[in-house]
């Protein structure tokens, strides 16, 4: 142990291990805010048991970083755990415990995945314990939330609203920084309309292609979810039986035999695979239509590619330029804020990125029109 010790994490080992310390503050706070809301006893108990299990996790965390000499500092939930409390107390608990479904579902695959990765021991046998463990929390919080399915699982090709946001995201970014582009290298209105409009649609249509070929594409991500209940298996399988139990107890076994049936398959590692991939993973089913994930990613496309043009269909020069601008920024801080909720990054840091991103993209574009103008009308 004590020569594992002085091999010293790199850089991004570090900051993996900060994140995932970070995340179960997060975990450990909101649990506790949900027991306090929480009416009925047995529910609390759960909710209850659970924070004390992430405080745990937080002290595993700290006990690990300490032992590298690793500076850690004072630990308190980030802006976005505050906002889920906040949701939750006015107005319910119900999609926030939804959501830490999906974040604890997140940690079982990142946990796996340092178990495989890491070279130190001790941070490989944490990742593994802690993997099981926050597999047990789903099974708690599918108890809480109706749901009878591992949600580490992603065999979708993506949610609506998550289309939507990056359909959004894309539109805008990209015509934000044409009609900077253009606005740097004519002053005519016409053309920056006219421009404006046409990359609102070719970036649509191009958007609304690619969301039809990643539907098209989603065989891959099954295969993947295959290899990653394979792996689960292998190395959690009480964990699997439990859950294999579940499934056969929603279907109204009673829960014995559910639990000796589970017992019979996971003896053969293959049919257990294949059960769960049919019970669980439900390869097969249709869960997207191409044409659907096309057009959704494409019309979001197209509103968020022509929020830098709409300025300059009521008004024109400074003033128009002066909107867009505005309306584009306001835009990208709000976006970068929405996809926090599907990258599990904080609201506010999200936000600025994008903001970041969005004036980085403008002001390259205005470079580049401003060059273009010079070597094609300039003297």
């Known amino acids: 142990m004590n020569e594992e010790k002085k ?8 900051k993996t291990w900060r994140h995932h310390l970070q995340d179960e503050v997060d975990a450990s706070f909101l649990y506790s805010v949900f027991a306090e ?10 909710l209850l048991e659970l924070a004390d299990v992430e405080s745990r996790h937080v002290a595993r965390w ?17 802006l976005k755990a505050r906002f889920w409390s906040w949701y939750a107390r006015k107005f319910g608990n119900t999609f926030p415990l939804n959501r830490m479904l999906d974040e604890e579902a997140s940690e079982v695959k990142d946990y796996l995945k340092l178990h495989k990765d890491s070279i130190l021991e001790d941070a490989k046998e944490t990742a593994l314990i802690l993997a099981k463990e926050s597999a047990m929390h789903t099974e708690s919080l599918q108890e809480l939330t109706g749901s009878s399915e591992e949600p580490w ?15 959004f995201n894309d539109g805008l970014t990209a015509n934000f920084g044409l009609v900077a582009g253009v606005i740097a290298a004519t002053e005519n209105p016409s053309t920056i309309l006219v421009t404006g409009i046409v990359g609102t649609v070719a970036d ?42 579940l499934i056969y107890a929603s279907r109204g076994v009673p829960k014995e035999h559910a639990r000796l049936l589970a017992q019979e398959v996971m003896r053969d590692p293959e049919r257990a695979l294949e059960e769960k991939i049919q019970s669980e993973l439900k390869i097969g089913e249709s869960h997207t239509t191409p044409i659907n994930e096309g057009w959704i990613t494409g019309l979001a496309t197209a509103v968020g590619a022509f929020i830098p043009v709409a300025p300059f269909l009521f008004t024109s020069g400074f003033t128009a330029i002066s909107i867009s601008f505005s ?25 600025i990125d994008m903001f970041v991103v969005g004036l980085g993209v403008a002001g390259v574009g205005y470079v580049v029109g401003k060059i273009l103008e010079h070597f094609f009308f300039g003297i």
């Open 7 to 14: 091999i010293r994490p790199d850089s991004k080992t570090i």
């Open 37 to 46: 809301l929480e009416p009925d006893p047995d529910r609390k108990d759960i």
């Open 62 to 78: 700290e006990e690990i970083l300490t032992s590298y000499e690793i500076k850690i500092k004072e630990q308190r939930p980030t």
């Open 153 to 167: 699982h992603k065999t979708e090709s993506g949610g609506m609203l998550g289309n939507i946001v990056y359909g």
């Open 204 to 245: 649509s249509l191009s958007m609304g292609a690619s969301g039809y070929l990643a539907a098209k594409s989603v065989q891959e991500v099954y295969e993947h979810e295959i290899e990653v209940e394979k792996e689960e298996i292998r190395l959690m399988p009480d964990i699997e039986e439990d859950e294999l139990t």
């Open 327 to 351: 309306l584009a920024m306001f835009s990208h801080f709000a976006v970068g804020a929405a996809r926090s909720l599907f990258t599990g990054r904080g609201l506010f840091r999200s936000g």
